[in-house]
């Protein structure tokens, strides 16, 4: 049981490129999350699933996609990536209806 | 909006003492309050889960209570140890949406 897992650990990208970063859980959890943390800000919860094929908007949804296909994983698109996207992003699973959250190892990405 | 908020950010206590961390939230409307720790550099890893329907959990030294009529949640921390050192999250769930205090960090002094 590997639990929630995040690739990459770490990621440099230049201004205006994209990429996705990688969530999956072999929990069976319905309800999976990106948040990402940034000094003084704490975490900040970016889009959100209750389950396969449903998604909805956090506090910062802006500048990321993200879809749900199965429900093991949860993808973030970063489309078009900016120097305000540096940050720590977290990935986070749970039973849905007020379960324990789960957190992967986060991924550490940088936008030049 | 909700609004978790911690305080004090810092705290330095020495060794062995019992102490209390706590978070409050603007709306009592919560499905549950989980206290989370985080080590520099690393994910958060869950200490308690309190349900709504619930007052307080343990687990080992640690003690959470939720008063959901105050908005407040706090965590107790028994005999305290350098091992203790980390940062302290509190996170409430309503709706599907989770939203985290900013944290307290922790000092232990041997």
């Known amino acids: 049981n590997a639990g929630v897992t995040q690739t990459p650990k770490f990621q440099v990208l230049k201004t205006g490129q994209s990429m996705t970063l990688q969530c999956a859980q072999d929990m069976n959890h319905e309800y999976m999350s990106w948040y990402r943390q940034d000094p003084g800000m704490g975490l900040r919860l970016i889009h959100y699933s209750v389950g396969a094929g449903i998604t909805d908007q956090g506090e910062v949804p802006n500048g990321y996609n993200v879809s749900r296909s199965t429900t093991e994983d949860f993808p973030l698109r970063l489309l078009s990536a900016a120097p305000s996207q540096t940050s720590v992003y977290f990935c986070?699973?749970?039973?849905f209806g007020s379960g324990e959250q789960f957190f992967g190892p986060g991924t550490r990405l940088t936008v030049l | 909006k909700q609004e978790v908020t911690q305080i004090p950010a810092a705290l330095s206590v020495p060794e062995g003492e019992n102490l209390v961390l706590n978070c409050s939230f603007t709306?009592?409307?919560?499905?549950?309050l989980q206290w989370f720790r985080q080590d520099p550099g690393k994910g958060l890893t869950s200490l308690l889960l309190?349900?709504?329907?619930?007052r307080e959990q343990t687990s080992g030294r640690l003690n959470a209570s939720l008063d959901k009529s105050s908005g407040r949640s706090t965590l107790y921390i028994a005999a305290s140890q350098p091992g203790d050192s980390a940062t302290y999250l509190c996170a409430v769930d309503r709706d599907d949406k989770i939203i985290f205090g900013k944290g307290t960090r922790l000092h232990i002094l041997p």
């Open positions: 709306d009592s409307a919560i499905y549950n």
């Open positions: 986070a699973s749970s039973y």
């Open positions: 309190i349900q709504s329907s619930q």
